[in-house]
């Protein structure tokens, strides 16, 4: 059988998804052809664009 094919964690995807971390080089050669964890990824990246700025005097 082959290799399992191991996903980036959830976690990860949302922090770097969220600007906090940056992927280590395997994680984000992985997120690069596996179109689960984009898709995860863009989810994330849907929801962080809908929460209200942190700023109340940011204009949106």
Request: hydrophobic content about 40%; charged content about 10%.
């Amino acid at each position: 059988m082959g290799e399992e094919n191991v996903h980036v964690p959830a976690m990860q995807l949302w922090s770097y998804g969220s600007g906090t971390v940056h992927l280590n080089d395997n994680d984000f050669e992985h997120l690069l052809f596996c179109v689960q964890c984009q898709s995860l990824l863009n989810e994330f990246i849907n929801i962080l664009e809908q929460l209200p700025s942190a700023n109340p005097n940011q204009a949106a």
